[in-house]
């Protein structure tokens, strides 16, 4: 097992920028697996946002945070973070860190094992 814990949400005016973190511990190691955040808007089905690998080398976002957010992980510490810049209304939702199936890749959110219980991110003026 796995628990996750995300901080750092808020609220937050358009153009500024908040950094999540998501504190893993428990038996089941991380080590090898892809981390991801996901987020969740009234009304909508949870979407990707972003994926890490273990060593840090490959990350992937989705197209509507690209070159606003960056995903980062520091191992040592169990944690993984998420650097949100430009903020804008639409990232309005609840941000969910999960950690992948071992040897999956992707942004298929039913493919992955553990989740946190999110933090709030609202961007209103």
């Known amino acids: 097992q796995v628990q996750l814990v995300e901080s750092g949400g808020g609220l937050v005016q358009p153009g500024d920028s908040l950094r999540l973190s998501c504190a893993a511990s428990g038996r089941t190691s991380t080590s090898s697996r892809f981390m991801g955040w996901f987020r969740q808007a009234p009304g909508n089905e949870r979407q990707f946002v972003a994926a890490i690998s273990w060593s840090g080398s490959r990350t992937d976002y989705a197209d509507s945070v690209k070159g606003r957010f960056t995903i980062s992980r520091d191992n040592a510490k169990n944690t993984v973070y998420l650097q949100m810049n430009i903020l804008k209304p639409d990232d309005t939702a609840v941000y969910y860190c999960?950690?992948?199936?071992?040897?999956?890749?992707?942004?298929?959110?039913?493919?992955?094992?553990?989740w946190g219980r999110g933090t709030q991110v609202t961007v209103s003026s």
């Open positions: 999960a950690v992948a199936a071992p040897y999956y890749r992707g942004s298929d959110s039913g493919r992955y094992d553990y």
